[in-house]
């Protein structure tokens, strides 16, 4: 257990199947459930409460049915990266899901911003779980009242689990098919030992969590993502969406350097890295192409899956073409790199007609 966003966090389970790696084998081949009620749920509604969210975030709010979730980002006066979120259409107003470690500054940042008739409330009442792995679908079915079959991946619905109420969203932070279950803190408790008692479902820590996003090319906030870096550096230009891009499609914080550089480029990339060897590239470590430092890892570590270390990293553009041979410096030594696609390992998303 460590502290973490103000929470005391599990890094890995004991048991037969505990472990980092054990756990992140488990998530990739059967259900992983992860305890995420750090995370910061929000509920943003009232009149004018689309285009004051509008005025905030660089998403196209009027396009979105009921149960429709889209990634999103919260941005500074400069285009800076303050978090990314989740965006959910509920009804007559919006739940936002934010990272942990920054709920409070982007609670502080929308009640700044959104106008009074808008109200913002903190769903400090409801945790939040989220199962992944391709027989999450299988486990949660078995424990579930209501049909969530036609959930594909980004929709999300009304359900109960043992009579308890719960948002599911076919959603989650692995790559892998999942759900994210919002239900009163009160029951969670229980919803969880229920959903442990399924024999596809073991429960996961954040070690494995960790790796199983960065093989899965998704940036974490405070690493990958900062109010250092553009979306567009981060190859996030899904998050904002087209109408938002285009001159008529009215202001959001830094819309003026994010349309500059969509037009122009940007000076560096997030890129994918593949290490020879064994040993990773972490957090920190310089990246080289020859004797120039061109960039700096952001994430690093070991893929259970692939075998091999990898890592993502920010490097100058010159060098960010796929197969472009560099190094990066892990104690003393140049480890052979080589810019690859991201992400490391195929998502296995449920999408519609698959």
């Given at each position: 257990?460590?502290?973490?966003?103000?929470?005391?966090?599990?890094?890995?389970?004991?048991?037969?199947?505990?472990?980092?790696?054990?756990?992140?084998?488990?998530?990739?081949?059967?259900?992983?459930?992860?305890?995420?009620?750090?995370?910061?749920?929000?509920?943003?509604?009232?009149?004018?409460?689309?285009?004051?969210?509008?005025?905030?975030?660089?998403?196209?709010?009027?396009?979105?049915?009921?149960?429709?979730?889209?990634?999103?980002?919260?941005?500074?006066?400069?285009?800076?990266?303050?978090?990314?979120?989740?965006?959910?259409?509920?009804?007559?107003?919006?739940?936002?899901?934010?990272?942990?470690?920054?709920?409070?500054?982007?609670?502080?940042?929308?009640?700044?911003?959104?106008?009074?008739?808008?109200?913002?409330?903190?769903?400090?009442?409801?945790?939040?779980?989220?199962?992944?792995?391709?027989?999450?679908?299988?486990?949660?079915?078995?424990?579930?009242?209501?049909?969530?079959?036609?959930?594909?991946?980004?929709?999300?619905?009304?359900?109960?689990?043992?009579?308890?109420?719960?948002?599911?969203?076919?959603?989650?932070?692995?790559?892998?098919?999942?759900?994210?279950?919002?239900?009163?803190?009160?029951?969670?408790?229980?919803?969880?030992?229920?959903?442990?008692?399924?024999?596809?479902?073991?429960?996961?820590?954040?070690?494995?969590?960790?790796?199983?996003?960065?093989?899965?090319?998704?940036?974490?906030?405070?690493?990958?993502?900062?109010?250092?870096?553009?979306?567009?550096?981060?190859?996030?230009v899904f998050g904002i969406n087209k109408r938002r891009r285009a001159d008529t499609g009215g202001g959001f914080p830094g819309c003026e350097r994010i349309r500059r550089e969509i037009a122009e480029g940007t000076g560096r990339k997030l890129v994918g890295l593949a290490l020879e060897g064994r040993l990773p590239a972490r957090e920190g470590a310089d990246v080289y192409s020859g004797d120039i430092k061109v960039g700096t890892v952001t994430s690093g570590g070991f893929s259970p899956t692939l075998g091999y270390p990898i890592a993502m990293a920010y490097v100058d553009a010159a060098s960010a073409a796929q197969g472009s041979d560099l190094t990066c410096e892990v104690r003393g030594k140049h480890l052979p790199a080589r810019v690859v696609?991201?992400?490391?390992?195929?998502?296995?998303?449920?999408?519609?007609?698959?």
């Amino acid at each position: 257990m460590v502290p973490f966003a103000g929470y005391e966090m599990p890094i890995q389970y004991a048991g037969e199947h505990g472990g980092i790696v054990a756990e992140h084998n488990w998530t990739r081949t059967h259900a992983g459930l992860f305890d995420v009620s750090h995370m910061g749920q929000l509920y943003v509604s009232g009149e004018g409460a689309e285009a004051a969210l509008e005025a905030v975030l660089p998403i196209d709010l009027s396009t979105m049915t009921v149960g429709q979730v889209r990634y999103s980002l919260l941005l500074d006066e400069n285009g800076g990266v303050l978090d990314d979120l989740m965006v959910t259409r509920w009804g007559t107003g919006f739940y936002l899901v934010v990272n942990g470690a920054t709920k409070w500054d982007d609670i502080a940042t929308l009640r700044e911003h959104l106008p009074d008739e808008v109200s913002l409330n903190h769903l400090e009442d409801s945790a939040l779980l989220a199962l992944q792995g391709p027989e999450a679908a299988t486990a949660l079915a078995r424990v579930t009242e209501g049909d969530f079959s036609a959930l594909t991946f980004m929709r999300g619905g009304e359900f109960a689990i043992d009579g308890v109420p719960a948002w599911i969203s076919r959603s989650g932070y692995t790559g892998e098919d999942g759900f994210e279950i919002s239900v009163p803190a009160a029951e969670v408790a229980r919803v969880a030992s229920l959903l442990l008692d399924q024999p596809e479902v073991q429960p996961i820590g954040l070690g494995a969590r960790d790796s199983l996003r960065l093989e899965a090319g998704l940036p974490l906030y405070g690493h990958d993502l900062s109010p250092e870096t553009s979306p567009i550096e981060a190859g996030l230009v899904f998050g904002i969406n087209k109408r938002r891009r285009a001159d008529t499609g009215g202001g959001f914080p830094g819309c003026e350097r994010i349309r500059r550089e969509i037009a122009e480029g940007t000076g560096r990339k997030l890129v994918g890295l593949a290490l020879e060897g064994r040993l990773p590239a972490r957090e920190g470590a310089d990246v080289y192409s020859g004797d120039i430092k061109v960039g700096t890892v952001t994430s690093g570590g070991f893929s259970p899956t692939l075998g091999y270390p990898i890592a993502m990293a920010y490097v100058d553009a010159a060098s960010a073409a796929q197969g472009s041979d560099l190094t990066c410096e892990v104690r003393g030594k140049h480890l052979p790199a080589r810019v690859v696609p991201l992400p490391f390992v195929p998502h296995n998303y449920h999408r519609k007609g698959a």
